[in-house]
């Protein structure tokens, strides 16, 4: 199979679902605070689009809103993962077989037993729930992960003649790092930002639905789907929805992700087959 | 293979020391005293001190860490504050709803992807690998707790089959508790089996390209037999990674899923200690939960050395 067409289907569903998030900063059909009883509970149509929610809010605002909320809350946590594990990746590999490369991955490995859940209860036991929690948990978890990615990526690289060849001119281990090492893996990095980011959306979802994200009135998917479960005989409609929201995100993410693996790397594409 | 066994082993503790240590740390720095805030504003001070003594809150923090570390080694999880039980009888009753439900899903996911993984491997690139590899992509996709939600419309709300959630407890008999987890296993377990699906097939065809697989079909086995016989043992290493990776997914997943369902479980004594500021509960709860998840990941690496040989030299 081509790559084109994945990349495509990918780039257009999570091109639309940046959009609209981008476009609810601005503007939204109808504000997502204002409580309005007596047009609860309304159907799909007219005025509202995807109809309105228990309390009269219009779920397509709510969807919107919604997606800027997980958006950033992912998008975030990808930064701080790449933050911290990239340079610690960069210099376990560097520092190949010595001490702080064993130091970096034995880290690695104590983060990994902490899945972002547990982290994110951890926090929540400390500060009290917030969307940053949700944050820190996400972008903590996301660490490990892209340090292990880097250093094994830069390791097969540390053999290369071109990089001996800038030992030998005198470069140190930090500048042959940014100057050779990262702009060599910056595609594999791109492709596990994107992966990381959907897993990130779906790890908001989980952790504002057990009330561990996102706090009221802020919408957010995972919170709009608790509120729908005491509605499920009524409104399913109101469960549906939010969950379609983010697997349609994800899936754009993912087949983005796979796209651009292809697209990037030639011979990444070979070894996937 | 001992030898081997025995550096994981060592491993194991120093992890588990090392993650006791950070969970420790993480709780104490929360300010407040439990033993004040269980009795109130109006407590004289001697009582609020014979409760701290009571509940161990007293004395260094080395000696209080050493005093919870071997608690925990040996069963005692000290004293719950809200409840005012032992954490571990607490525990104990709620894990016996999250483990049956982790390990019934583990066991469903397996069960379902490791043939259809291998069933898309052997039409690869026809109409049935295609399909599988598209329902995968969307297996993937869908939060666990929302494929939850939508079971539950379908099977209690609609079809009626059976109800949407609660636990009558293995004191019923074993046939109603199996019951009342089947749907949230099924839950849990459609998204994991869709990963899993993905890595066997593809963990197969990379086996399929290799020398050894020529061999057999030189020799005269078909290409189904080929597989059956000889690639699917290779490709079981990176599914048993993934399996083991998956573990702290699944009891992540089966924490939030309890909610769904209204299970009495770890998930729900857990949320319910964090609005009560009942952290002992927490922290052995957090203990638990990340003991798993080591203990997991040791489990995974003798099983590499069982399928490998060759790993167990490393």
Redesign the interface.
Known sequence: MSARPTLIAGGVLSGTVLALAALSLVWVPHDVTALNIAERLRPPGGAYLLGTDQLGRDMLSMLMVGARSSIAVALVAVGIGMGAGVPLGLMAAAARGGWLDEIVMRMN??I???????IA??I???LGPSALNAILAIGIFNIPVFARVTRGAALSLWTLDYIRAAELAGKGRARISAEHVLPNIANLLIVQATIQF?LGI?AE??LS???LGAQPPTPSWGRM??E??TM??TA?RL??L??LA???T??GL??LGDGLRDALDPRLRR??? | MLRYALTRLLSLSL?LI??SI??FA??E??PGDPAAYMLGLNAAPETVAALRDELGLSGSVWARYLDWASGLATGDFGISYTYRVPVADLVAQRLAVSLPLAAYALALSTAIALPVGLWAAARRGRAADLGIMAAT??G????N??FA??L??VFA?KLRWVS?GGFPGWEAGLGPGIKALTLPAVALALPQAAILARVMR?AL??TLGQDYIRSARAKGLSRAQALRRHAFRNALIPVLTILGLQF??L???A??IE??FFLPGL?RL??QA?TQ?D?IV?ESV?ML??FA??LV?FLVDLAYAAVDPRLRRR
Do not use: C, H, K
Not at chain 2, 140 to 143: F, H, K, N, Q, T
């Open positions: 490995d104590l990994f037993a902490f899945p972002a859940l547990v209860i951890l929540t036991a400390i959907s779906l979802a989980g639905y057990v009330g789907l608790a729908a479960q499920i005989y399913p469960a549906i939010p969950g983010i697997v349609l994800v899936l993912n087949l070894a996937a087959r | 992890s090392a993650a950070a969970i993480a709780i720095v929360i992509q969307l993937i996709a869908v939060p707790f929302w939600m939508l539950v419309l709300v949407a593809s065809i990379e702290s997914f009891l992540a997943g924490i939030i909610n769904v998930g857990i949320f964090i500021r952290l927490v957090v939960l990340v998840v080591i990941t």
